[in-house]
């Protein structure tokens, strides 16, 4: 599990970040590299406040408790994983403008440490601490940037 708290994780996301181009080619999925960067904006949204999503009762009943064990374990997210509409990204994006809004959002969060975290709960997963939001957009981050082969 990485600490997105952590500058040397940070950097390594942003590394991954800069790989990528606007050909680079999902493996999996419907989104874009620009959309994705979009997408991948967020979770940090709801972490932070910014964004406030209704949650699902039923489905946080049958699945949260076990996906979010399973993310506090470390266990990859699988491929195609339905989101909360919010995220899902449809329209044309600008890929230089989307991954510098992420490039940014990532340093912000990581500067601003877990006094950044402003949202003590997830829409699916429920009551969050600083370090689970930190797992959680670590591992969110990991898996859409896998999703393009960086």
Not at 85 to 113: H, Q, Y
Request: glycine letters at 6%.
């Amino acid at each position: 599990m990485n600490d997105l708290f952590d500058a040397k994780v940070a950097e390594h996301y942003i590394g991954r970040i800069n790989s990528l181009n606007q050909a680079s080619k999902r493996q999996w999925g419907k989104m874009d590299v620009a959309q994705m960067f979009t997408h991948c904006l967020k979770p940090f949204s709801i972490a932070d406040g910014a964004l406030l999503i209704k949650p699902n009762k039923i489905i946080r009943f049958l699945f949260a408790k076990k996906a979010k064990k399973s993310l506090l374990a470390g266990v990859p997210f699988k491929k195609n994983l339905p989101t909360f509409p919010e995220a899902i990204i449809v329209d044309p994006r600008e890929f230089e403008k989307e991954k510098l809004k992420l490039t940014d959002t990532i340093n912000a969060f990581t500067k601003k440490g877990e006094s950044g975290v402003k949202n003590s709960e997830h829409p699916f997963f429920g009551e969050m601490t600083p370090t689970t939001w930190s797992i959680l957009l670590s591992s969110h981050l990991d898996h859409h940037l896998s999703q393009f082969g960086a």
